[in-house]
């Protein structure tokens, strides 16, 4: 994805289930087993997304959702979260995805296994940036999975710039989909996108997000 006059969120990575090899129900009843060894794998098809969250477009505006399976993005008009000297107290904004996949092959799962973003820092010193990405198909909400990543302003000067964070999945945390059956149905995957913005000096600063826009893009597993 490319920066639109703001910033990109990147969701990324469907790819094959541990070391690319097929995850195949065992179920006598379904018929999916011996089905999937004989199928290859073949992206499933993105049905339909949604969206919601106090980050996602709030006024009549819209996520623009772009690319193809290997790399989905989507880009969210007005997405920015601001800290005005909170003493402590965090600031945040979310908002998480809802994709609708199918026409998947028998025999196969899906995870998440990375997602990028990409926006406009401005942080006074002692300022943190936290992002936090959490997967979970609605056919199994317990079963989710986290992941974080930050990045600080330093002590002595404010930092100013595009910042670039990427979030991996390891192979043994990625949650999977249920093994997709006949009916090609592979699940509602949920994706939540959230960023924090943290300081104990109650005089600084922090921003991100851009002018308009957050854009996004997924990978995932297989």
Not at 72 to 81: H, I, K, Q, R, S
Request: contains cysteine; positive net charge.
């Amino acid at each position: 994805m490319r920066l639109v006059s703001g910033l990109p969120l990147i969701l990324a990575a469907f790819s094959v289930a541990g070391n690319p090899q097929k995850l195949i129900d065992t179920r006598p009843d379904t018929g999916a087993t011996a089905e999937a060894q004989a199928a290859p794998f073949k992206p499933p098809t993105i049905l339909s997304t949604s969206f919601s969250g106090n980050g996602c477009p709030q006024s009549g505006s819209r996520p623009l959702p772009s690319g193809g399976w290997e790399h989905f993005g989507f880009t969210l008009p007005d997405f920015a979260v601001s800290y005005r000297g909170g003493g402590g107290k965090a600031s945040t904004a979310n908002c998480q995805a809802h994709m609708s996949l199918a026409n998947g092959v028998p025999g196969w799962q899906v995870g998440l296994k990375d997602l990028w973003s990409r926006g406009y820092a401005e942080l006074d010193p002692g300022i943190k940036l936290t992002q936090y990405v959490t997967a979970f198909y609605t056919e199994n909400a317990a079963n989710t999975v986290s992941a974080v990543q930050s990045v600080s302003s330093s002590s002595n000067r404010t930092l100013a710039r595009v910042v670039a964070l990427h979030a991996t999945i390891p192979d043994a945390r990625v949650v999977w989909s249920k093994c997709t059956g006949r009916d090609g149905v592979v699940g509602l995957l949920n994706v939540n996108f959230r960023m924090a913005l943290t300081s104990t000096d109650r005089e600084a600063y922090g921003y991100y997000g851009g002018a308009k826009n957050l854009t996004g893009n997924l990978r995932g597993f297989y």
